[in-house]
């Protein structure tokens, strides 16, 4: 039997792939290399990479840079435990995210994933009030339409319809929502969330959002001016403000972080995805100093939180070395070619039938249909035209590399607008 034919038989066999049937429907493809911004199949075809590879390799594969830090770490040590010890990486990992990242953050808490760093969040959250002997403020605010993660809290403050966590109705915390935010600034939906907030005020410990983009939650933009409204009423309201900017960090939207776009900080922040520039999972949640220090007053004054890879060593050492190539190099730029490209690559796309909305934020371009994606057509369509793209819901999107070329653009706008037609 070919290599191919028994790797692909023994994936069906025992592989276990995410959002799918086991054994898989869809058969996935095989890469077997990826370098720039293309993935090379077993079988020699080469797809442009228009996902990042779920929005997390911003400087593409195999970059030199990022891999001579992963060697040069891996000459020192591969991981040590972070309790009771600490190293080098991470210490200026974590002095960087508190640099680059809105001045009050002051502390970061490493973790192994996006997910971890809602988990811990929402624990801080929870805790924090807790230590102030708040004992009833158990529950966290948000808006529909979001996503924070497949672990049981970030489920439980994703959209309880929307989503795949409807399955856990009755099993997950049950949160506080309120509708998703307009697109567009209305005071009105301010005044919902802050009626919310007053009615609920011995519940609720704090709110938590994407902050102008979400995500995997359908892909909607909104007015950074809720995020300054966010602002005021969790000073008013005396709970903690979370930004979930795992898929908006690093510079996606076209400012670093997107709580910039509105020039507020949160209490607490989580980050992941292109903190390692796609090469090693890791996560962050930063806090100001009132939330560790409302913790540590508390009957238990430690976070109760401490994953087996925190702070690994591999992980902090790309780490720096990603945030350290896109701070030197003009990243703003490179996410402001990238969303000229999309804009005008992605225009003819709002003439095809079945197209209700063409959108584009930095590196973020998104065909809404009116109807929900034939998945296995959209994808077939996208490969056939040389690129890898992965639909869902009623969403054709694609967030590439800041490192695309134009010609590159315009093969991902092209592969986006051909799946829409067959979608």
């Given at each position: ?57 911003i400087h593409g594969y195999a970059h030199p840079v990022l891999d001579e830090a992963v060697r040069e770490q891996l000459g020192r040590m591969s991981h040590v435990m972070f309790g009771g010890l600490t190293h080098e990486p991470a210490i200026r990992l974590a002095k ?38 708040r004992t009833g403020k158990t529950r966290m605010l948000t808006w529909r339409g979001g996503y924070h993660g497949d672990t049981f809290h970030p489920m439980s403050v994703t959209d309880p319809d929307g989503g795949m966590h409807s399955l856990w109705r009755g099993v997950l915390p049950e ?249």
């Amino acid at each position: 039997m070919p290599v191919d034919d028994e790797l692909t038989a023994l994936d069906r066999e025992h592989v276990w792939h995410p959002y799918a049937p086991m054994p898989a429907t869809q058969a996935p493809l095989l890469v077997s290399s990826a370098s720039g911004v293309r993935l090379r199949l077993s079988d020699g075809r080469e797809l442009v990479d228009g996902m990042s590879s779920w929005w997390a390799a911003i400087h593409g594969y195999a970059h030199p840079v990022l891999d001579e830090a992963v060697r040069e770490q891996l000459g020192r040590m591969s991981h040590v435990m972070f309790g009771g010890l600490t190293h080098e990486p991470a210490i200026r990992l974590a002095k960087t995210l508190v640099d680059i990242t809105p001045g009050p953050l002051r502390h970061v808490f490493l973790c192994d994933s996006g997910s971890v760093a809602v988990e811990v969040a929402v624990k801080m959250c929870l805790q924090y009030h807790r230590s102030l002997g708040r004992t009833g403020k158990t529950r966290m605010l948000t808006w529909r339409g979001g996503y924070h993660g497949d672990t049981f809290h970030p489920m439980s403050v994703t959209d309880p319809d929307g989503g795949m966590h409807s399955l856990w109705r009755g099993v997950l915390p049950e949160q506080v929502f309120v509708p998703e935010p307009p697109v567009e600034y209305d005071p009105r939906y301010v005044e919902r969330i802050d009626a919310t907030l007053r009615e609920r005020r011995d519940e609720i410990a704090g709110i938590i959002v994407e902050p102008v983009v979400q995500g995997a939650g359908g892909m909607r933009f909104h007015s950074p001016q809720y995020l300054t409204a966010l602002r005021e009423l969790a000073d008013e309201h005396d709970v903690l403000l979370v930004f979930d900017e795992i898929a908006t960090g690093f510079g996606r939207t076209g400012v670093l972080f997107a709580a910039d776009h509105a020039g507020v900080a949160p209490d607490v922040m989580c980050l992941g995805k292109a903190m390692t520039g796609g090469y090693l999972s890791m996560g962050a949640t930063l806090c100001v100093p009132r939330v560790a220090q409302g913790i540590s007053r508390g009957e238990t004054p430690v976070l109760a939180h401490g994953p087996t890879f925190m702070g690994n060593p591999l992980a902090s050492a790309v780490a720096n070395a990603s945030i350290s190539l896109l701070l030197s190099g003009d990243w703003a730029g490179a996410v402001k070619r990238v969303e000229e490209g999309l804009r005008a690559g992605l225009a003819p796309a709002s003439e095809v039938p079945g197209v209700r909305d063409v959108r584009v934020l930095g590196a973020i371009g998104v065909v809404q249909l009116d109807h929900d994606v034939d998945m296995a057509a959209a994808t077939r369509a996208a490969v056939e035209h040389g690129v890898w793209l992965r639909p869902f819901r009623d969403l054709i999107y694609t967030m590439p590399p800041y490192v695309t070329e134009d010609a590159d653009l315009e093969r991902i706008c092209a592969a986006v607008t051909a799946a829409a037609r067959v979608a």
